[in-house]
């Protein structure tokens, strides 16, 4: 006796993704003109200019001052590593690693790290106008790299990868089976 509840027949769907990307690597400066490439070369600037401003304090050698300049270099180096990478097209010759996860930890811990180094340089404006200014620079950067981390957040909900495109075929099979 057949059970009412259970179908005589089933539906499987199949989805295909293909991921199409070009393995070689080339120079292309299009990345530049995307919101993610001006807020990397953003992330640079104010990370230099915060950098360079504290560096020029006649209270350089202070202890405070090793936390702005290890992030700021630390965050330098990073962005300026990323920026080169999507430049050349590596993170797309290596898209299997999750670029955009790390970048948005990255991007996460940095604004938290600026946060830190640029309260504790804000502690020392009434000193010199170089602390004020490498307050003001800590600060843009803190919010470029929350920005970008919010933008890698979204990516990552919508299946984005880093550098390339993603092409999904659906394709659908009716198979009926008699039980």
Same mark, same amino acid.
């Given at each position: ?8 027949? @089933? ?157 999904? @075929? ?10």
């Amino acid at each position: 006796m057949a059970d009412p509840g259970f179908p005589s027949q @089933h539906t499987t769907t199949t989805t295909v993704t293909n991921t199409e990307i070009i393995s070689n690597l080339r120079y292309d400066n299009a990345y530049l003109y995307t919101l993610e490439g001006k807020l990397k070369i953003a992330q640079i600037v104010f990370v230099l200019l915060s950098l360079i401003a504290v560096s020029f304090s006649t209270y350089s050698m202070w202890y405070q001052n090793s936390a702005v300049t290890s992030i700021s270099m630390f965050g330098f180096w990073f962005s300026l590593f990323m920026l080169v990478f999507y430049i050349f097209h590596v993170v797309e010759c290596f898209y299997k690693i999750p670029w955009l996860k790390i970048e948005m930890i990255f991007d996460v811990c940095w604004p938290i790290l600026y946060l830190l180094s640029a309260s504790s340089a804000a502690a020392y404006t009434g000193l010199h106008l170089s602390y004020m200014i490498s307050l003001l620079f800590g600060f843009a950067a803190m919010f470029a790299y929350g920005y970008d981390a919010l933008l890698k957040y979204q990516a990552i909900q919508r299946g984005e990868i880093a550098q390339g495109n993603i092409a999904v @075929h659906k394709q659908t099979t009716t198979s009926t089976a008699s039980y």
